[in-house]
């Protein structure tokens, strides 16, 4: 049940297309979701974050889009860019939990 | 300002050894969290310090691992008697108060032999 479930493995994408990274989870009492960035050799950094009470969050060319009643969310990246190429990581905790739940990660490709 | 630094950047160790792993967080967190990520895996939580106690501990695998932060700040993941299994990334994670985003450190990537 603290499972965070992520797709795809892995994915290619041209210069300035769209990269979809879809996450689901089962505890309805997750109550906060952020996605992190991971270069080779790096720790991960936040990328982006939300909380269940909007459905979308834009921060620049990232977007999160949440599903509360599908128990989904996924990060949209815009016109993206070969220097986007990392793992994506979406995680979820909730107050009181204070530990992240990963998901596997999606290692993303942005061919030039 | 300086983010969490984590020393050693590798270590490679012999099966059965004893090894420390070091963490410094961001000053003033006083949150900190220890993960451990395989290859081509998610961080999985090990360890969470509020202060110098360790509110949670239920990640920690087995009694051979053991984190000390004993003055509220640096934290030390410690590991005996290693085995192959162990070899992975570890990465140490702070937060400051009440706020929700954790900051990770580049991680010790462990290696036993």
């Known amino acids: 049940q603290q499972q965070v479930k992520q797709s795809p493995q892995s994915l290619i994408v041209q210069k300035g297309g769209i990269s979809i990274i879809n996450c689901a989870y089962e505890?309805?009492?997750?109550?906060?979701f952020p996605w992190y960035q991971q270069f080779p050799g790096k720790g991960p950094a936040l990328l982006i974050a939300?909380?269940?009470?909007?459905s979308e969050k834009k921060e620049g060319r990232f977007t999160i889009s949440f599903n509360k009643s599908a128990k989904q969310f996924s990060l949209h990246i815009m016109d993206s860019q070969p220097g986007d190429s990392a793992t994506y990581f979406c995680?979820?905790?909730?107050?009181?939990?204070?530990?992240?739940?990963f998901g596997t990660g999606t290692r993303l490709l942005v061919s030039p | 300002g300086a983010g969490v630094s984590q020393t050693p950047s590798n270590k490679v160790t012999e099966k059965g050894k004893y090894v420390e792993l070091r963490c410094d967080p961001i000053?003033?967190?006083?949150?900190l969290y220890w993960y451990r990520q395989s290859l081509g895996q998610g961080p999985e939580f090990l360890i969470y310090?509020?202060?110098?106690?360790?509110?949670?501990d239920s990640g920690l695998p087995n009694d051979r691992f053991f984190a000390v932060r004993p003055e509220g700040s640096v934290s030390t993941l410690k590991i005996q008697r290693t085995e192959r299994g162990d070899s992975a990334v570890y990465l140490c994670?702070?937060?400051?108060?009440?706020?929700?985003?954790?900051?990770f450190g580049p991680g010790t990537r462990l290696t036993v032999l």
């Open positions: 939300i909380r269940p009470d909007v």
């Open positions: 310090f509020q202060g110098t106690g360790a509110a949670d």
């Open positions: 505890n309805t009492a997750f109550d906060y």
């Open positions: 995680a979820a905790t909730y107050t009181g939990f204070q530990k992240l739940v």
């Open positions: 000053s003033g967190h006083t949150a």
């Open positions: 994670a702070s937060r400051q108060g009440s706020t929700d985003t954790q900051y």
